[in-house]
């Protein structure tokens, strides 16, 4: 354990040799323990390089060291830190969780500590950091993994799949909704999302999909050969676990079209109007089509798109 006492002139029979290891071995304890800046930031944003004055010992970082730095770039998900051209270190929040896309911006500053095995950052995150990840699809595309965050973190996918078409006496049926819940752990790195596409001319709406997770199905179109003008049906999944909301989309009619809560409205007939919806779109009155994302189109009009949103965190 160090000693904070030192020699002074009241010391008595010290030997140079003696006092010279005493103050160096206080020097080293001090250092050890100082939080000195950082300078020459370079590298990249995730991928960071800097210089300490004076620089580490044989002994490198020691649990303890403190060091301030001004970052040069905006995160994009997990980052490392090289000082003195040595080893690539983790940099952490102050709870020792990896950083999220964000977390860090150029002229941000930021006191951080090493732990024994990372630097975690004691001050100094963005205030813009994202809590939740976000990725809308309006057409087909792919949803990629984000990185930084924890196996455990919770992920909302909310599909909306696409509304029926109306025929010249009826409205189309809504899209369906779905809301699947899972762990980031449960999916790959990358998903693939189809978004469904609103019926036209009396067909039915596409279904939306999550991977091979979920499904919301399409609002049946008003010249539908089973169901016609049915709201979408509720929901398929896959493999993975987790939970799953559903709610099937409004039905379309001759007369007003049905309401619905998180899926499409259903379309209304000729001169009538289209339901609502408090999540999703509405339904089209008689010649309207229907409100993305997912609304039953009226008489004689297309039914909308839908939608996929993905939440993590």
């Known amino acids: 354990m160090s000693e904070r006492t030192t020699f002074n002139e009241t010391s008595v029979d010290v030997a140079g040799d003696a006092l010279l290891a005493q103050y160096a071995e206080r020097v080293k304890t001090l250092f050890d323990a100082s939080t000195l800046p950082l300078t020459g930031v370079g590298g990249t944003a995730d991928n960071v390089t800097a210089t300490m004055d004076p620089a580490l010992d044989g002994d490198g970082l020691v649990r303890g060291m403190g060091a301030v730095i001004e970052w040069a770039g905006t995160s994009t998900g997990g980052v490392t830190l090289t000082i003195n051209g040595g080893s690539a270190v983790p940099v952490l929040d102050a709870s020792g969780a990896a950083l999220v896309a964000g977390a860090l911006e150029a002229g941000l500053m930021s006191l951080l500590q090493f732990d024994g095995a990372a630097w975690r950052i004691l001050s100094g995150l963005s205030s813009s950091t994202p809590g939740v990840n976000r990725q809308e699809f309006a057409g087909d595309g792919t949803w990629i993994k984000p990185t930084g965050m924890s196996p455990d973190t919770t992920v909302r996918a909310m599909l909306w799949a696409g509304g029926g078409a109306g025929n010249a006496t009826n409205g189309g049926g809504g899209g369906a909704f779905v809301e699947w819940i899972g762990r980031l752990a449960d999916l790959g790195i990358t998903e693939t999302v189809a978004i469904g596409q609103g019926g036209t001319s009396g067909g039915d709406g ?47 009619n001759s007369g007003d079209g049905e309401n619905a809560y998180w899926g499409g409205a259903g379309g209304g007939g000729p001169s009538k109007d289209g339901g609502q919806s408090v999540h999703g779109g509405d339904g089209g009155a008689g010649a309207s089509p229907g409100e993305i994302p997912g609304g039953g189109g009226g008489a004689d009009a297309a039914g909308a798109r839908g939608k996929a949103i993905i939440l993590v965190g």
């Open 206 to 252: 596409g279904n939306t999909t999550f991977g091979g997770i979920a499904v919301a199905y399409g609002g049946h179109g008003a010249d539908a050969s089973s169901n016609p003008r049915r709201g979408g049906g509720a929901f398929a999944m896959g493999g993975a676990s987790g939970t799953f909301n559903q709610t099937e989309g409004g039905n379309g």
